[in-house]
C-alpha cells in the first residue's frame, strides 16, 4: 500500500483522495487475497458483491471500478474494459432559506454562525471554510481560496453584511494565528467540525433524522441563491464555486424550485374552455 500511496502523493492527490483510493483498493486486495494476477473475472464478481451483499450504491460501486482500473493501469499495465453501472439521479439537497433562518437561531457562537454564513453565501466546502486565512479577505468582499479541490485556486465573493461581522471578529483574534476558525490548539478548525455544528442545531430543533442534511446543502443553496436571486452570470458562478466544467454546476442547478404553484394557476385560464 505504501507503494500506491506514494505514487498517489507524486500524482498531486490529496490527502483524503490517497486515504479513499487507500480504503477502496485494501478491501479489494483482502477480498481477492492476492495483488498480482488478477483477472477481469474477479474483478466484476468483486463489485457485484458490493451490491448484492454490501449493499453499495451503483454510485460507490463505481467509484470502487474507477479505482480498481487506475491500479490495473498504473501497476499492473493493463487498461480494464468494465461498464459503468447505471447511477439513480436523486435531486441534491438544498438547504431552505427558511430552515436556514430557523437553524441560524439556536446557533449563538458567533464563530459558528460565521462557518455556516460562508458555506451558505460564499459557496464553500466544510474543508475550505476551515481553512479561510485572514489576509485573503479582501477589503472589497471578494475571498481568495488558495488550493480548493483539485488544488485549484480561485475567488468567490462575501455578501457585505457578513464581511462586516468577519471583520468584527477578526479583530478579536490573536495576531499569531493566520486562521479565522482557529482550533483550541492552534491551527484550524477539525475538518468535521462544520458538520458538527449543523448537526448540533438540528438537535436543539429536535428534527427528526429525515430532515437532517450535509454541510453540501448549504452549498447547493448558495448556487440557486447566485443564479436566481443575484443573478450572476453562470460562467462566473461555476467559477466562484470552483469547477472545472459547467455541467457539475448544473447538477446543482437541480435543485432550483419548480414554479408548480405558479404554473398550476395558469390553469385557470383554461376552465372557461374546459366547461
Known amino acids: 500500500m505504501e507503494q500506491i500511496k506514494n505514487r498517489l502523493k507524486g500524482m498531486g492527490m490529496t490527502e483524503s483522495t490517497i486515504t479513499t483510493y487507500s480504503s477502496i483498493l485494501n478491501a479489494f486486495f483482502q477480498h481477492i487475497k492476492k495483488v498480482t494476477n488478477i483477472t477481469i473475472e474477479e474483478v466484476n464478481n468483486y463489485l457485484d458483491y458490493l451490491i448484492i451483499y454490501k449493499n453499495y450504491s451503483t454510485r460507490s460501486r463505481n467509484l470502487a471500478s474507477k479505482i480498481i482500473k487506475f491500479y490495473f493501469r498504473e501497476f499492473l499495465n493493463q487498461e480494464l474494459q468494465i461498464k459503468k453501472s447505471k447511477e439513480d439521479r436523486a435531486i441534491p439537497k438544498i438547504c431552505e432559506d427558511s430552515e436556514f433562518s430557523t437553524i441560524l437561531s439556536v ?57 462586516e461581522q468577519l471583520k468584527s471578529f477578526i479583530s478579536l483574534l490573536p495576531s499569531e494565528n493566520p486562521y479565522v476558525f482557529q482550533g483550541q490548539r492552534g491551527g484550524y478548525y477539525s475538518k468535521r467540525t462544520p458538520q458538527a455544528i449543523l448537526n448540533n442545531a438540528f438537535k436543539k430543533l429536535r428534527w427528526h433524522r429525515s430532515r437532517w442534511f450535509g454541510c453540501h446543502a448549504l452549498r447547493h443553496a448558495c448556487t440557486i441563491h447566485w443564479i436566481d436571486d443575484v443573478k450572476i452570470d453562470f460562467d462566473q458562478v461555476s467559477k466562484m464555486l470552483g469547477h472545472s466544467v459547467g455541467r457539475t454546476t448544473q447538477i446543482y442547478t437541480q435543485c432550483r424550485k419548480l414554479k408548480l404553484i405558479e404554473s398550476i394557476s395558469k390553469y385557470k385560464e383554461i376552465t372557461c374552455l374546459i366547461h
Open 107 to 163: 446557533t449563538s457562537n458567533i464563530k459558528h454562525r460565521l462557518c455556516l454564513l460562508l458555506m451558505r453565501y460564499s459557496g464553500l466546502r466544510r474543508w475550505e471554510v476551515i481553512r479561510v486565512i485572514k489576509h485573503h479577505i479582501q477589503e472589497d468582499g471578494r475571498l481568495f481560496i488558495k488550493g480548493g479541490k483539485g488544488k485549484k485556486d480561485r475567488y468567490t465573493i462575501i455578501p457585505p453584511q457578513i464581511l
